[in-house]
């Protein structure tokens, strides 16, 4: 069963910057994205990495946030910049295609 480890989040006051990490268990040089899930609200994609690294952005994070990954360590990355209040969510990782979800990591952004 592959695993999904996501890593990195924490508190940080607005403007501040953080960078997840999601260690997977097995090749994820296919597509791979980031997903968030604020209080209330369904979970969304924020940033898609294609096969041969080609990247897609939510708009609402276009600019502020990059999606990375090293293949040789089967890690996929999201730094984020500027962050802002409304950033506030569990953020997840996962093939999107599909697959099982972990635990995410929660990012709490202070105005």
């Known amino acids: 069963q592959v695993q999904l480890v996501e890593s990195g989040g924490g508190l940080v006051q607005a403007g501040g910057s953080l960078k997840l990490s999601c260690a997977a268990s097995?090749?994820?040089?296919?597509?791979m994205a980031w997903y968030r899930q604020a209080p209330g609200k369904q979970r969304e994609w924020v940033a898609i990495i294609d096969s041969r690294s080609g990247t897609t952005y939510r708009d609402s994070v276009k600019g502020r946030f990059t999606i990375s990954r090293d293949n040789a360590k089967n890690t996929m990355y999201l730094q984020m910049n500027s962050l802002k209040p409304e950033d506030t969510a569990v953020y997840f990782c996962n093939f999107f295609a599909g697959g099982n979800w972990g635990q995410g990591t929660q990012v709490t952004v202070s105005s």
């Open positions: 097995t090749n994820i040089t296919t597509v």
